[in-house]
T-cell receptor
Framework: DTEVTQTPKHLVMGMTNKKSLKCEQHMGHRAMYWYKQKAKKPPELMFVYSYEKLSINESVPSRFSPECPNSSLLNLHLHALQPEDSALYLC??????????????FGQGTRLTVV | AQSVTQLGSHVSVSEGALVLLRCNYSSSVPPYLFWYVQYPNQGLQLLLKYTSAATLVKGINGFEAEFKKSETSFHLTKPSAHMSDAAEYFCAVSPFSGGYNKLIFGAGTRLAVHP
């Protein structure tokens, strides 16, 4: 199983809503990532979790709150978002290995629209 | 800081023609380099990766790339384009950062294939 599964595929939310994006992998990867991709732009790293602990926060606004409840799951909690936060949110995972394979596997993404 | 530059935001080729997508990197140490493909409304799929084992890297779907340290390049090629190759292609570099894979993407190149 080399899949990273993201749900939902599409999400429309109002600026006062609270919602969550979910990501799951069963490849035994201990590093998990959230990327944000605006239209016609490359993905940009938001967060990195390593062994279920937050390792990198790329100065992301606090209205985005990541959570890694176990080694297979990664959530992104959303609250009080702005229309400019509308984007494709991509989850990825990789081995936690200083020596070797650095291949990141990506999910299909969640297309988020904030209205 | 490490970065990648993709020359040409749009490339158009005829079906059956050579595909050449250019990527130059900046790095003070040998980097990990990747090419990803993204189809519309999809996640990213790894085409190939350079991890210092061999300078000529073969990937999926007939793509290959050559790492040239003297030119700081990692160009992607395919001898004969197929209509299904039309997509967005991203070159990415991963700085060594504790074992996990923090990807820094180039701006992307949109490949169009016409009959």
């Amino acid at each position: 199983d080399t899949e990273v599964t993201q749900t939902p595929k599409h999400l429309v939310m109002g600026m006062t809503n609270k919602k969550s994006l979910k990501c799951e992998q069963h490849m035994g990867h201990r590093a998990m990532y959230w990327y944000k991709q605006k239209a016609k732009k490359p993905p940009e790293l938001m967060f990195v979790y390593s062994y279920e602990k937050l390792s990198i926060n790329e100065s992301v606004p606090s209205r985005f709150s990541p959570e890694c409840p176990n080694s297979s799951l990664l959530n992104l909690h959303l609250h009080a978002l702005q229309p400019e936060d509308s984007a494709l949110y991509l989850c990825a995972s990789s081995l936690q290995d200083a020596r070797g394979d650095k291949q990141a596997f990506f999910g299909q993404g969640t297309r988020l629209t904030v209205v | 800081a490490q970065s990648v530059t993709q020359l040409g935001s749009h490339v158009s080729v005829s079906e059956g023609a050579l595909v050449l997508l250019r990527c130059n990197y900046s790095s003070s140490v040998p980097p990990y380099l990747f090419w990803y493909v993204q189809y519309p409304n999809q996640g990213l799929q790894l085409l190939l990766k350079y991890t210092s084992a061999a300078t000529l890297v073969k990937g999926i779907n007939g793509f290959e790339a050559e790492f040239k340290k003297s030119e700081t390049s990692f160009h992607l090629t395919k001898p004969s384009a197929h209509m299904s190759d039309a997509a967005e292609y991203f070159c990415a570099v991963s700085p060594f950062s504790g074992g996990y894979n923090k990807l820094i993407f180039g701006a992307g190149t949109r490949l169009a294939v016409h009959p």
